[in-house]
């Protein structure tokens, strides 16, 4: 079973920069995709970042491209959402969410990912 834990969330200027972290308890993390989504107060989620099972391959929605980067260690079983030049509509809970063991790469839509972390605050001040 995959438990996932988000960390590295905070309060940050407008400009400044972030790196959360994701910790996946599961035994096979290398053989799966794995994403970043977010949620802001009274929106839906939406989709932020994918990474292939190799970290080969990203993808990147265009409200954050070229601002933000995706990694992953497979050694730690971590998976890094590296966040810069921030704004306040970046302002959300940021999730990581693991595809199901074998899918090495993931559509950009909650319905390809099966398991989620509890979530972690990232709050960007103006």
């Known amino acids: 079973q995959v438990q996932l834990v988000e960390s590295g969330g905070g309060l940050v200027q407008a400009g400044g920069s972030l790196r959360l972290s994701c910790v996946d308890s599961?035994?096979?993390?290398?053989?799966?995709?794995m994403g970043w989504f977010r949620q802001a107060p009274g929106k839906e989620r939406e989709f932020v970042a994918t990474?292939?099972?190799?970290?080969?391959?990203?993808y990147y929605a265009d409200s954050v491209k070229g601002r933000f980067t995706t990694s992953r260690d497979n050694a730690k079983n971590t998976v890094y959402l590296q966040m810069n030049s921030l704004k306040p509509e970046d302002t959300a809970v940021y999730y990581c969410?693991?595809?199901?063991?074998?899918?090495?790469?993931?559509?950009?839509?909650?319905?390809?990912?099966?398991?989620w972390g509890q979530g972690t605050q990232v709050t960007v001040s103006s």
């Open positions: 990474i292939t099972w190799n970290g080969r391959s990203t």
């Open positions: 599961g035994r096979t993390f290398s053989s799966y995709a």
């Open positions: 969410a693991a595809a199901a063991p074998g899918r090495l790469w993931a559509r950009p839509l909650v319905a390809d990912f099966g398991s």
